[in-house]
């Protein structure tokens, strides 16, 4: 490879272009690191090009963190999701491994049950509710207290209150708020002379109940992503529609809330995934009842599933769920969150 | 790859601990303070007399006790003995293995003929013994004295399922609430349609129903028994929103003297005032109790007892200490502590003498005389079929299902579930 004239100088193809290099000046360390940035051209292999590369530190980066992120995944989402599709083709009580095959009879089980029908209507319910009520309710908000006058900050942490709070202590609260001897409902009632409903022990009612105590819980935090949105919005803009004449009312519905969509679609698609998750409101708030009214797609999981001993067909509820998390993940991303590249 | 395992063991065993003493961890359910201390008193005269031997006892909520067990058993913290209540869930356990038949151990030193044996045989599994009952804790029927004479109520006088129907229009019109149950919980609510269905088709009947006889649960003395639960519920005698009440709320509703009858256990006799809002209750020469009422033509008599008999199921691991220990703590003198403070019908016979109080006297001599205790069939049935019952009766309350669409999804979860 080496030239005859001198052991170091690269043979003909791959020596620098003449005039590359001063006449006179050394040419040693100039010609090492050509050699080393372009050594023999193809010669040698893209690896060796790219640990020599002067970007070498990317590489190690990759290398030191992907595994472990990698290991992580696998071990708590990959692995149970794949273990949870196993189990559901067995009838479990839970002890031991599983051993009574069952087919395909848990999921004919699952999607035969009216409860489990409820449970994914009411799942439905949170989600529509998240997006008619406490989605438009939380924007109002954000649109009121996004400036940073001092009674704005005031309000936002009052807000954001709810949030904060563990989900079981916010549904013991509403337990004790709604119970109809002694909770605040029932003191109301009796200021007007009247009997107080039982709400947590009325079908009807109680699913009510719940759904006012999951807006209550979670505008704050859409109300939070909205003020962020809205503070994202540049000042020119809005003093130019000013200076246009366009009216308050004009600037809201015509370029705030149109800028402001992005934040909208994440924060939907958050009350989604949240509403799909619901769970630990439901627990300590009904149990999932009266006669089994106010299940979510988790609560039944828990109720019919583990609690029951029957860990198999608790699985078939875990994987049927996870594939409807799925699908409407991939739906809403299609129809939400295309790339706007064509306009 | 030599030196690497040198290495490693030299570290291993640097790092292992010394020899420990044995450790004999008991998994329990029990809240109430007086019981918890004087069985630490029998640990520590265990520990005395045996160094080397620590005696641990570990607390979960009921629930969460119930949740969490089938994980704990197969983990390394697994308890040496755990509360049970017998029954369907324990078929489970012993099937999967997680048990420890000590029929040899506890027949040794005459453990296991200090016990009822009634209490004894809801450990066993065919003819094999896995664990020591604990006590027995009978369902009867509660009453407040004041409130039943403000009705016009002798509840004395109630024989049969009709009378106690008469009671409770009394207590209406009189403007008492009849009944407290706890509709949340709902295991409340089964102990009528257990009790009626005992009261229907007797010992015998409810045998033949068990090994499938007759159609199994989906027969015709069945649905007449939920029918009759039916009638009762259509009164609306519970408490307002008792399908939104668990347990204590429900007992403490009773306690505070706000309803007449309540259909509970004998453990209600301490927890109950405990719920009250005073932390205290009604005096107690105001409480008494009678029978569930038999159902005329109906076969069960009315000392057929539905009980709760509680033990203590030992793993496959546990060490030799722990039916030791049971010696002691399960022994004659420890539990005639328990029963001189009213706390509960120990499951040792010749305790009940030592009981104080009258109304637990006058159980804990029925204990020793019926000729049938019945397990709490929400227990007895299993963990899935058992929940199916309490479902069940709920729905028949609020009037969701009917008596005879309650009947045939009990039969298909019980044939689902056959061990």
Not at chain 1, 59 to 81: E, H, I, N, W
């Amino acid at each position: 490879m080496s030239s005859p004239e001198h052991p170091l100088l690269p043979d003909k193809e791959s020596r620098p272009p003449a005039g590359l290099f001063k006449a006179g000046q050394p040419v040693e360390a100039e010609v090492l690191v050509h050699q080393l940035g372009s050594a023999a051209g193809s010669r040698v292999s893209v690896w060796h090009r790219l640990k020599n590369f002067s970007h070498a530190g990317r590489l190690t980066t990759l290398v030191l963190f992907l595994p472990p992120a990698l290991l992580l995944f696998t071990l708590f989402v990959a692995l149970p999701v794949l273990e949870a599709a196993y189990y559901s083709f067995f009838n479990w009580n839970g002890y031991g491994a599983p051993t009574k095959s069952a087919g395909l009879e848990n999921f004919v089980r699952v999607w035969s049950d009216p409860v489990f029908h409820n449970s994914l209507l009411n799942n439905l319910w949170v989600i529509l509710v998240s997006a008619l009520i406490q989605i438009p309710l939380a924007l109002s908000l954000a649109l009121l207290i996004s400036d940073r006058s001092r009674s704005s900050l005031v309000f936002r942490a009052i807000f954001f209150l709810p949030y904060i709070l563990g989900e079981v202590v916010a549904g013991l609260i509403w337990r004790y708020l709604y119970d109809g001897n002694y909770g605040l409902v029932a003191t109301v009632y009796h200021w007007f002379g009247l009997e107080a409903p039982e709400v947590l022990a009325t079908v009807g009612w109680a699913e009510t109940a719940l759904l006012l105590v999951v807006v209550w819980k979670y505008f704050g935090f859409h109300m939070a992503l909205f003020i962020a949105g809205r503070q994202g919005v540049s000042e020119d803009v809005l003093e130019s529609a000013k200076i246009d004449g366009a009216s308050r009312w004009q600037t809201t519905r015509h370029i705030v809330l149109p800028l402001m969509r992005p934040v909208v679609v994440l924060s939907l698609f958050f009350s989604i995934l949240g509403s799909l998750q619901l769970f630990d409101l439901i627990i300590p708030l009904t149990g999932g009842g009266p006669s089994n009214s106010t299940n979510s797609a988790v609560s039944y999981l828990y109720n019919f599933g583990i609690r029951r001993m029957r860990v198999g067909f608790g699985s078939a509820v875990g994987v049927s769920l996870f594939v409807i998390c799925v699908f409407v993940m991939l739906f809403y991303k299609r129809l939400f969150m295309q790339e706007r590249a064509t306009r | 790859m030599k030196k690497l395992n040198l290495v490693c063991a030299l570290l291993g065993s640097l790092l292992a601990p010394l020899p420990a003493e044995t450790v004999v961890k008991i998994l329990h359910i029990q809240s109430i303070p007086q019981i918890r201390a004087i069985w630490q008193e029998a640990a520590q005269q265990y520990e005395s007399s045996h160094p080397g031997v620590r005696i641990e006892f570990d607390y979960l909520e009921n629930e969460a006790f119930k949740s969490k067990l089938p994980t704990l058993l197969q983990s390394k913290d697994q308890p040496s003995a755990f509360h049970s209540w017998g029954g369907g869930v324990m078929y489970e356990q012993v099937n999967s293995g997680i048990c420890k038949d000590i029929t040899s151990k506890a027949g040794a030193d005459g453990l296991s003929d200090t016990f009822y044996p009634s209490a004894l045989r809801n450990f066993m599994v065919e003819g094999k013994l896995y664990g020591l009952p604990n006590d027995a804790a009978p369902i009867v029927l509660w009453y407040n004295k004041e409130l039943c004479q403000k009705a016009g109520v002798d509840p004395t006088k109630i024989q049969y399922w009709d009378d106690f129907i008469a009671a409770v229009k009394k207590c209406q019109a009189a403007g008492i609430t009849p009944i407290a149950a706890g509709g949340k919980d709902e295991w409340p609510l089964h102990f009528y349609t257990a009790l009626l269905m005992m009261r229907v088709l007797g010992k015998d009947g409810m045998q033949a129903v068990y090994e499938d006889k007759s159609g199994g649960f989906a027969n015709p003395e069945v649905i007449k028994a939920f029918q009759l639960f039916r009638d009762l519920a259509d009164l609306q005698p519970f408490q307002k929103g008792y399908l939104a009440n668990t347990f204590p709320e429900a007992t403490g509703i009773f306690h505070d003297g706000k309803t007449a009858f309540q259909l509970m256990g004998s453990w209600d006799l301490v927890e109950g005032p405990q719920n009250a809002a005073d932390k205290k209750g009604f005096p107690i020469e105001n409480l008494g109790w009678i029978f569930f009422p038999e159902v005329k033509g109906g076969k069960g008599k009315a000392n057929d007892l539905l009980a709760s008999v509680d033990g203590w199921l030992v793993t496959k691991d546990a060490p030799n200490e722990t039916i030791d220990f049971m010696k002691v703590w399960l022994g004659k003198e420890i539990q005639t502590k328990l029963a001189a403070q009213n706390l509960f019908i120990p499951a040792v016979k010749g305790t009940a003498d030592a009981i104080q109080n009258p109304l637990l006297k006058r159980i804990a001599q029925e204990v020793s005389n019926t000729q049938w205790i019945e397990i709490a069939m929400d227990q007895l049935l299993g963990p899935d079929t058992g929940r199916v019952l309490n479902d069940l009766t709920a729905d028949l309350a609020s009037g969701k299902t009917n008596p005879e669409k309650a009947a045939k999804d009990l039969e298909t979860s019980w044939q689902r579930n056959k061990m």
